[in-house]
């Protein structure tokens, strides 16, 4: 797969709420989450150059269903539910996440997964713990600090820098990661670059 100068023809497939009801296809899917506002849908819709193809809201935790779009018909953005939803029951917040880590831990052509930090914050421990979870299920990732043109270069600096510090705790060696901004298209070359180089490399493998 190439991604020729990066011009990308988005399709909206479906959503899923379970994992049995995503698209039955064995094209690379490459997964985007993150905490409620952490900016996932303008990310999406930056790196596909479409302002309407995932839906932005005000609203945190907004994305609850498992969100398919097909890229030049050779592979998958995946649109995934956040962590950290801010208003709702324990009881929806408990199925959010079975059905997301189901998706996570058993979806057998997912390349990557991005998880997507605000880089405005100091390290926030529901981002250091969905990370480890993704350790625990040895579901390759790669982290994408958002909103990058809200911060000053030091504030920047100093927010990765805690960042990686805390993730070296438990990790010998840190994963590939990326600073973006919806607004300036920081990134998306790099982004998808990186989904280019490894799209031959099937790394997944599931549990």
Known sequence: MKIENYNLNSQFVKSSPTLKECPATDLPEYAFIGRSNVGKSSLINMLCMNSKLAKTSSTPGK?????????NES??????????????????????EKNLFNYLGKRENLYCVFVLIDSRLSPQSNDIEFISRLGELQTPFAIIFTKTDKTT???????????????????????????????????????????????????????
Request: hydrophobic share 35%; charged share 25%.
């Open 153 to 207: 270069r030091k504030q920047l600096n100093d927010n990765v820098k805690a960042f990686t510090n805390e993730m070296l705790k438990m990790w010998e060696e840190l994963p590939s990661f990326f600073y973006s901004s919806s607004t300036t298209k920081r990134g998306r070359e790099e982004i998808l670059g990186f989904i280019t180089e490894i799209s031959t490399k099937p790394v997944f493998q599931a549990q």
């Open 63 to 71: 994305t609850r269903l498992i969100n398919h779009y097909l890229i």
């Open 75 to 96: 592979w998958y953005l995946v649109d995934l539910p956040g962590y950290g939803y801010a208003k709702v029951s324990k009881y929806m917040r408990r199925d959010f």
